[in-house]
């Protein structure tokens, strides 16, 4: 049985063929510009592969309410082409298959649960660090939505005593992305994070916000396990500075087994970059029962 899957990303869309396993049979990437330009090459790529039901894990903010008159509609998003589309409606229409949707974030922590190195757990926070930061939340063995989805890349942060600045996002001045986010790095010290591997003092920095973020959401939302996926999360000198200062500012305060066994507790993504179309897949296959 093949499973389209669609991660909805506001730089590119990656679609992608599947089967029940998780493996992906072939994937293209189409850049995303306008609707109009960007729809209907989706469209003309499903359209006759046979897929039997097609996964959407999109930016945001998405409408995940399926009770709700714009469900499946991009919202408020700084994608101004983009604000207020119908994604879910115009792809059931051209495409007459069911369809599962969350957010992008929300699809990766679900590959990752479904196929990646939270398999087995109901309990599980997936977090993105790149051009933005988001965070996709499974509560007991469901994805988190609430009145809307979760929007974790902008909780409100202690400013390190050494960073005067603050951060660039232009609603926050003090959240998680505005401190931690590629585009951040990249003002603060004037170079891209891949460029500065061999300045501590970036990664010190760069940790004490994370590890930070990760309180919060260890306190709020006691999850099994935290993944770190994106661009800056690629520099992995930061998980040992990130897990020895979650372990300070938790200071003995909870005592489990896993924060315990840190080390596979605060992890990186591991599906090779796949865990979002593999979080489609099943969002498709979800869509079928």
Not at 3 to 20: F, P, Q, R, S
Request: proline share 6%; aromatic share 6%; with cysteine.
């Amino acid at each position: 049985m093949l499973i389209g899957a669609l991660e909805a990303g506001g730089t590119k869309m990656v679609c992608a063929i599947g089967n029940e396993d998780g493996t992906i049979l072939e994937q293209v990437s189409i850049p995303t510009t306008t609707p109009e330009e960007t729809l209907p090459k989706i469209v003309a790529y499903f359209k006759d592969k046979g897929i039997k039901a097609l996964g959407v894990a999109a930016f945001g903010p998405v409408d995940v309410k399926p009770e709700s008159e714009t469900y499946g509609y991009i919202l408020d998003t700084p994608k101004l082409a983009w604000k207020h589309k119908d994604l879910l409606g115009i792809l059931k229409k051209e495409l007459e298959v069911p369809i599962g949707l969350d957010t992008d974030v929300n699809g990766s922590c679900l590959g990752e649960m479904t196929y990646g190195c939270a398999k087995g757990l109901d309990s599980v926070i997936y977090i993105t660090i790149g051009t933005g930061v988001g965070v996709g939340v499974s509560v007991n063995g469901k994805l988190l939505h609430g009145m809307l989805h979760p929007e974790g890349g902008h909780i409100l942060l202690e400013r390190h005593p050494e960073d005067p600045e603050g951060g660039i996002c232009p609603y926050h001045k003090n959240c998680l992305e505005g401190f931690a986010s590629g585009p951040s790095i990249e003002k603060r010290w004037g170079k891209k994070a891949i460029e500065l591997v061999d300045r501590p003092e970036v990664w010190e920095l760069e940790s004490y916000y994370i590890a930070q973020a990760l309180t919060d959401y260890i306190m709020i939302l006691s999850p099994q396990k935290i993944i770190l996926g994106g661009g800056v999360m690629h520099q992995e000198q930061l998980f040992p500075l990130i897990r020895s200062k979650v372990k300070e500012m938790v200071n003995g305060y909870i005592n489990t087994k896993e924060l315990e066994d840190i080390d596979n507790y605060i992890v990186p993504a591991s599906l090779n970059d796949d865990q979002g179309i593999m979080g489609c897949i099943k969002l498709g296959l979800d869509a079928l029962c």
